[in-house]
Nanobody, 120 residues
Framework: QVQLVESGGTLVQAGGSLRLSCAAS????????MGWYRQAPGKQRELVAS???????NYADSVKGRFTISRDNAKNTMFLQMNSLKPEDTAVYYC??????????????WGQGTQVTVSP
C-alpha cells in the first residue's frame, strides 16, 4: 500500500505564491505517475498537473505558466509550486499516485487533501 500526505495549503492573497508538498510512504516502488488534483466547492475534481517517474510533466491549461510540478524520487516527495495565484485557484488540492498497468494507469492512493484559499 501507498500512503500520501499533503502539506502546505493555506490562505494567500491573489498574486501570491505557495508551495504544496506530498510525501509518499509504503510501497512507493510501484508508483509511476504522481499528480495534483483539485476540487472547488460545487465542482468536479480536476487534474492540475502530473509528473512521471522520468520527469515528464503535464499541466491543465488554466495553470500553465503559473504552476510547476516537481518530484524528488529519492525522497518520495512531490511538489507543486504555485505562482501568480488567482481566486479561482481556491480549492482542496489532492495528491495522487498511479501505477502503470498493461494499457492504463491505475490509482493506487489519494492524499487527504489540503485547502488552498486565494483571497481577492
Amino acid at each position: 500500500q501507498v500512503q500520501l500526505v499533503e502539506s502546505g495549503g493555506t490562505l494567500v492573497q491573489a498574486g501570491g505564491s505557495l508551495r504544496l508538498s506530498c510525501a509518499a510512504s509504503g510501497s512507493t516502488f510501484i508508483i509511476n505517475v504522481m499528480g495534483w488534483y483539485r476540487q472547488a466547492p460545487g465542482k468536479q475534481r480536476e487534474l492540475v498537473a502530473s509528473i512521471s517517474s522520468g520527469g515528464i510533466t503535464n499541466y491543465a491549461d488554466s495553470v500553465k505558466g503559473r504552476f510547476t510540478i516537481s518530484r524528488d524520487n529519492a525522497k518520495n516527495t512531490m511538489f507543486l509550486q504555485m505562482n501568480s495565484l488567482k481566486p479561482e485557484d481556491t480549492a482542496v488540492y489532492y495528491c495522487n499516485a498511479k501505477r502503470r498497468r498493461l494499457n492504463y494507469y491505475e490509482d493506487v492512493s489519494w492524499g487527504q487533501g489540503t485547502q488552498v484559499t486565494v483571497s481577492p
